[in-house]
């Protein structure tokens, strides 16, 4: 009880209404109350993390956030170490399958790329630009739009041999995100992959799904 006088304290912030609320239990139960509103009016505020994480990585991390596209004009992103690596705001994300490709050694890009999968032939180029990858990378894939249509069995193959449970599972205007990693092994508790398709009765955007995110922290030194 004394605690949520507090908090409702704390939502109204009007000192007449506060007086009235603390007027309503004993006196003890007031000074409480003004203590515990005092306590939450100084409170710091919480230190903002890599890539907004809600808690910060462990040392010797490297901290990741994938954000697929929503609809056609809420763009997919890729934060790593806090860096956007893929965004609207650098101009290297489009309708497709988006790619950053990230040094695993050095934490630095190698490249980003995308493929639109709605129009033209791009899924050989795609499969390609996966199988040139060098090893020791961590590779980092999200659609924006549509990712399906053009999408081809050889292409899907390159993405299903780098772990993906899910990609041959892709539908029409499919939100999905994955982390993949060539020449090593990531453990086995990192979110890597999520994928939600799009469903008229359900769909957050007109005829697009809600995206979809994963972040993680992927240790350093693996092998």
Known sequence: MRIFKALLIRSIGERPVLKAICSLGKEEDSSEALRLDEVLRTAPAPKRQKCDHWSPCPPDT????LLSGGGRDKYAKICFED???LGEKRGNVARGINIAVMDYETGK???TKYFDMYEGDNSGPMTKFIQS???????FMVTHDDGS???????KDAIEALGSKEIKNMKFR???VFVAAKGFELPAEIEREKINHSDQSKNRYSGWPAEIQIEGCIPKGLR
Not at 62 to 65: D, G, H, Q, S, V
Not at 133 to 139: A, E, F, Q, V, W
């Open 62 to 65: 490297y901290a990741y956030r």
């Open 83 to 85: 860096e956007l690596i």
């Open 174 to 176: 499919s939100s999905w």
């Open 149 to 155: 249509s053009k999408l081809q069995a050889q292409a």
């Open 133 to 139: 990858t060098p090893s020791k990378s961590l590779l």
């Open 109 to 111: 890009v190698i490249e």
